[in-house]
């Protein structure tokens, strides 16, 4: 069993496809905004809307930052966790990394028209993704 768990905007099929891409790749459990436990919910910033959240043992992440910490933890991203763990050292990478965050999040519904799954609470019995 994990002891991550990322918490995303289970109503948009941008936020879906990367949630459901990053629990394909890892042990990460995701959980959507309308399936938080009050245990889960007690964890978030009071804003958690605002952003995807990664929550570990150590902590939570948000934003980008959560983003970041669940690719590594996939199969693909473990090869690269050294190299973020060096990038996490400067101050330029963080603004970087949540400016990056930001612009996309900002632009869901544009890159939802290249990559988008059916979210759960829309999704029919006999829907495949």
Same mark, same amino acid.
């Given at each position: 069993m ?5 918490? +995303?905007?289970?109503?948009c099929g ?10 394909e790749?890892?042990?990460?459990r995701v959980v959507?905004f309308?399936?938080?436990t009050?245990?889960?919910?007690a964890?978030?910033p009071d804003?958690y809307?605002?952003?995807?959240h ?6 939570? +992440?948000s934003?980008g930052?959560?983003?970041e ?7 693909i991203g473990?090869?690269?966790g050294s ?6 050292n400067f101050e330029d990478y ?6 990056s +965050?930001r612009?996309?999040?900002?632009n869901?519904s544009?890159?939802g028209?290249l990559?988008?799954k ?6 029919r019995s006999?829907?495949?993704?």
């Amino acid at each position: 069993m994990t002891d991550a768990t990322l918490v +995303y905007d289970d109503d948009c099929g941008f936020c879906t496809w990367w949630a459901e891409f990053l629990a394909e790749r890892s042990d990460v459990r995701v959980v959507g905004f309308s399936d938080l436990t009050p245990e889960l919910r007690a964890e978030l910033p009071d804003e958690y809307e605002n952003c995807s959240h990664f929550i570990t043992d150590d902590g939570v +992440y948000s934003c980008g930052a959560s983003i970041e910490e669940a690719f590594v933890r996939t199969d693909i991203g473990r090869n690269v966790g050294s190299f973020v763990e060096f990038l996490r050292n400067f101050e330029d990478y963080e603004r970087l990394r949540e400016r990056s +965050y930001r612009r996309v999040a900002d632009n869901r519904s544009l890159w939802g028209r290249l990559l988008s799954k059916t979210p759960p609470g829309r999704r029919r019995s006999d829907d495949e993704s």
